[in-house]
């Protein structure tokens, strides 16, 4: 199966997690998303790429809300020789000074025009290792700062060492986050200049060459968002096997900054959103900044009813979304609304089958859904509960809310503790329910079946977000705050509406969610006629879903980074 992949010069996508199905849990939240819809758009559009990332056995974790509504980790192990074919190569990385090999599996994304992907899980479970160093790619950000460097060394050195082994030609890299930034320290080791060129002073290294080849794609708003490792930590586990002085040139005299090493290697360097590009070359000055705003896989995040609905009316959606921008004159109102209320259906069905609540198809459904963390602020829905109950009580609306916190954010647990006693607050006056382990089924539910898809983070730590574009997909208009996408998406009244504006203070967003909610969003929805909502519908597919969809993201990659 491997021989009709190395023989095409090659695209090498290096990202720590990346979604491929629900049955394969080597994803932690967005970052990995897109990274699974960037590679299915790249089987869908032919280009040529091979995705690496590690196996993550264990996966991330499974999540369970208990009787107090706080949020219990269980294990997500899966076997990857049920989906994934074992690779024969193996490759070593030194770590604390001895050998570690790597293989992996291959797993091929299949697009709808019949392009495919390849993509490597790298593994350390092997008998040549020892015991902990066979756990290395076991947790998905698991352990302490040492299995996170040794993880980043596999990924890095070891990724860029096992496409050469097995015979792949790549002619570029692309990092998505710092985490697989070291595969340029590997690139330094490949391209240096003969000897007899270098005269006195001057570096051996191509380091031209490998900046061309390499480009940086930064997700992360937060400077703690970026990983560091302490040169202390780094000497002991790489001793011997990098150039330290080298090292700090690029990554920083304080600690291995890995997002400044990736920054300093890559001659394309961009951010996920134009406001987050903009955030970015303050955060990290010098350096140009570029933006690619993300996007969607169209297939997989529109609904069975919507899917089937385009195929019908806009016929080569699938590969050309921009078509979409037909929704507005050819598709009707009433099949809008008829595909929409299907979506809902299945959405209602699932919330009765995980939480036991009852939901009425003919409330709006406000729909959250996002990794629960302080920032993301999930909680200002209920910043007034006295307001919300009044507002419920004059035009009736439902609650769907879901997320993960990660194991070790105590306060994003709490959070999810908070919003469960908020819920059981609104018993038997706001129907609502907390979707336990949301995971790719579970999203593609809400966010389709979702009457409303709000978002509430605080500016400006909100890169890009992704979930808005997915409910656009089904037609589902965004209330949120101005940040990220939303920020390009937002056509007021038109294809959602915002939250305040962007001179707004964070503390005054929950007075204008509301004010908005109660005096324009629901009246909209409860009119008589429903021709005033299906149009906002209507552009949310037509102006937002057919640019903010990984069919367009893939190729601006391909012609503004890749092939420069």
């Known amino acids: 199966m491997l021989e009709e992949f190395i023989h095409v010069p090659r695209v090498a996508y290096f990202s720590m997690e990346v979604a491929l199905r629900n049955e394969i849990p080597t994803y932690a939240g967005g970052l990995g998303v897109l990274a699974g819809d960037m590679v299915r758009s790249a089987a869908d559009l032919m280009l040529p790429m091979v995705a690496v990332s ?47 090999w790597v293989s992996a599996w291959l797993y091929v994304v299949e697009g709808h025009s019949g392009g495919r992907q390849p993509v490597l899980l790298l593994d350390t479970d092997l008998n040549e290792n020892e015991p902990k160093d066979r756990e290395l790619t076991n947790c998905l950000y698991g352990g302490d700062p040492a299995y996170r ?92 096997t990098i150039d330290l002085v080298l090292i700090k040139q690029f990554a920083g005299e304080d600690g291995l900054n890995m997002t400044r090493l990736a920054l300093n290697l890559s001659e394309y360097i961009n951010g996920v959103a134009k406001s987050h590009a903009d955030v970015s070359s303050k955060m990290f000055p010098g350096y140009k900044m570029h933006a690619i705003t993300n996007g969607v896989h169209p297939y997989t995040w529109a609904a069975q009813s919507f899917s089937t609905l385009y195929d019908t009316h806009i016929p080569g959606w699938c590969h050309e979304p921009e078509l979409l921008t037909r929704a507005e004159c050819c598709v009707s109102d009433e099949d809008i609304w008829n595909a929409h209320q299907q979506a809902k259906m299945r959405l209602i069905e699932r919330v009765f089958a995980l939480t036991g609540v009852s939901l009425n198809p003919n409330i709006p459904i406000i729909g959250f859904a996002r990794r629960m963390t302080a920032y993301k602020r999930p909680d200002i829905l209920f910043a007034d509960i006295e307001r919300l109950k009044n507002i419920a009580n004059h035009q009736p609306f439902q609650i769907v809310m879901a997320g993960k916190a990660h194991p070790s954010d105590k306060e994003g647990k709490a959070l999810i503790g908070e919003l469960h006693q908020h819920l059981q607050s609104l018993v038997g006056i706001i129907p609502s329910a907390y979707l336990a382990n949301y995971d790719l089924t579970i999203a593609l539910d809400l966010i389709s079946g979702s009457d409303i898809w709000l978002n509430t983070p605080l500016r400006p730590y909100e890169a890009s977000g992704t979930s808005g574009m997915k409910a656009a997909l089904n037609g589902v208009p965004s209330l949120s705050v101005l940040d990220g996408w939303w920020i390009e998406g937002c056509i007021e009244g038109v294809t959602g509406w915002a939250i305040g504006d962007k001179d707004t203070q964070n503390g005054g967003t929950s007075i204008a969610l509301y004010d908005k909610f109660e005096q324009v969003v629901l009246p909209l929805y409860y009119q008589e006629n429903k021709s005033g909502w299906i149009k906002v519908m209507k552009s949310a597919i037509s102006k937002n879903a057919s640019y903010f969809n990984s069919h367009r993201m893939m190729r601006r990659y391909l012609i503004e980074a890749y092939t420069r």
């Open 149 to 240: 460097l040794k993880q980043e060394i596999v990924l890095g050195i070891g990724g860029v060492r096992l496409l050469q082994a097995l015979g792949f030609d790549i002619f570029h890299y692309h990092m998505n986050e710092g985490h697989s930034a070291l595969l340029g320290v590997e690139l330094l080791r490949r391209y240096t200049y003969p000897a007899e060129n270098i005269r006195e002073g001057d570096s051996h290294y191509d380091i031209p060459r490998i900046r061309k080849m390499c480009s940086f794609t930064t997700h992360t708003p937060v400077y703690a968002g970026h990983d560091s490792f302490d040169y202390t930590l780094v000497t002991a586990i790489l001793d011997g």
């Open 54 to 100: 590690l196996v993550s056995r264990s996966g991330y974790f499974r999540q369970e809300i208990d009787t107090q509504g706080l949020q219990v980790e269980l294990a997500e192990s899966w076997e990857p020789q049920l989906w994934a074919q074992s690779l024969d190569a193996k490759v070593a990385v030194t770590i604390e000074g001895k050998p570690v």
